[in-house]
């Protein structure tokens, strides 16, 4: 963070050096939440596929709709869209406290102090998500292990296949509910746009929302519990204060921003932005840690002005945002009410992170007693 508040301080758009195959177009770090805004906003101006020299080398998977731009996109994404509103992820609140409830019931059932991540934070979306999706029951505890061990594990060897594991599964999955569609996301997607979408593509999108709905909704129930702990004050005001979970909810993802920087975007024709002159080709990436960051740096969940790009912004507008939210609003209460005296079993310097990721944005391991 340091780093990003002296990149502020010189202006919102950085260009750093450029690297081969980009045909000598530079490349810009955006620090600013207005530029960031516009630049995530504009997608006649501003491409999320990546450059390339020939089309045939574009490293994209069909269905990751990051790797899209509109039309494709919008025909992707309304796909989608009908299980991902507000009305229906509220639906499954009652489903959501009792993944939460028994979690947590497992974790006080092994006693302090214990690992928080391993224990609670994996868990707890990846049974959300298995019911999301329509996982069946008899896959749930491979799956959550072969994620757990392509982000955990410590022998590259097994991160490496524990990953492909996941893609496999995908591409079964998909081919699973293209066959017999059942109750979950991707069987109706199946059932309400089974034309519209090719095999590829609905094993793709079955990837990309696990990845989303796992692995960063880990992360994010990860980090919020550290910031409680390493805030006890503000986890004391929202024991006391159970109302203030929405805004604490919203605090939690703009402090600390799960996805640092969406996909890169491509600038389509000549512009101007901030005061520089962006050239068609040149590729832009925008620092949603620091836009967020540079409307308050402090943890405050008390805090009036929400507004923040942690989902994203414009059409490639998250679309898990209402589930994830759901979660912690689930969550957070739940973990206070249920040990209000919940603190670090180690010095927060003694914690463990994950290697080239910037703390406390990946935290590895977060032991915990009460």
């Known amino acids: 963070m340091p780093v990003l508040f002296d990149l502020q301080e010189d202006g919102p758009l950085h260009e750093y050096d450029t690297e081969p195959g980009l045909d000598g177009h530079r490349q810009w770090l955006v620090t600013g939440y207005d530029e960031a805004i516009e630049i995530l906003a504009d997608a006649n101006r501003f491409s999320s596929m990546r450059p390339v020299d020939d089309e045939a080398d574009r490293a994209w998977l069909p269905g990751i709709l990051q790797s899209y731009d509109p039309p494709d996109h919008t025909r992707l994404r309304r796909t989608v869209t009908r299980a991902n509103t507000a009305r229906r992820i509220e639906g499954l609140r009652p489903g959501v406290e009792e993944i939460v409830e028994d979690c947590l019931d497992d974790l006080e059932s092994m006693g302090s102090p214990v690992d928080f991540v391993r224990n609670a934070a994996w868990p707890i979306p990846a049974l959300i998500a298995c019911d999301f999706l329509g996982v069946p029951r008899d896959d749930r505890a491979e799956l ?5 061990e392509s982000r955990e594990s410590r022998v590259p060897r097994q991160r490496n296949l524990s990953g492909l594991g996941i893609v496999d599964y995908a ?15 991707i069987g109706g997607i199946v059932r309400e746009h089974g034309d519209e ?7 793709g999108l079955v990837e990309g929302i696990m990845i989303g709905a796992v692995e960063q909704m880990a992360s994010q129930l990860a980090i919020a519990v550290l910031l409680l702990v390493a805030h006890p004050a ?3 005001l929202l024991h006391e204060r159970p109302e203030l979970v929405d805004s604490a909810t919203e605090e939690v993802f703009r402090y600390a921003s799960i996805v640092e920087t969406p996909s890169p975007r491509t600038a389509l024709v000549d512009t101007r932005l901030a005061g520089r002159d962006i050239h068609a080709g040149d590729v832009l990436t925008c620092s949603i840690l620091a836009g967020n960051r540079a409307r308050g740096d402090r943890f405050d969940i008390t805090r009036e002005n929400l507004d923040h790009i942690a989902f994203g912004h414009g059409v490639h507008y998250c679309i898990g945002a209402p589930l994830a939210r759901l979660q912690m609003r689930v969550a957070l209460p739940a973990v206070v009410r249920r040990f209000p005296s919940l603190r670090l079993a180690v010095p927060e310097e003694d914690l463990r992170f994950k290697p080239g990721k910037p703390a406390p944005f990946a935290v590895e391991e977060l032991p915990v007693e009460w």
């Open 197 to 203: 979408v090719a095999d590829e593509e609905l094993a």
């Open 234 to 236: 503000q986890m004391a």
């Open 171 to 185: 591409r079964k999955l998909a081919a699973r509910e293209r066959r017999d569609p059942g109750p979950g996301v």
């Open 144 to 148: 959550s292990r072969m994620f757990r």
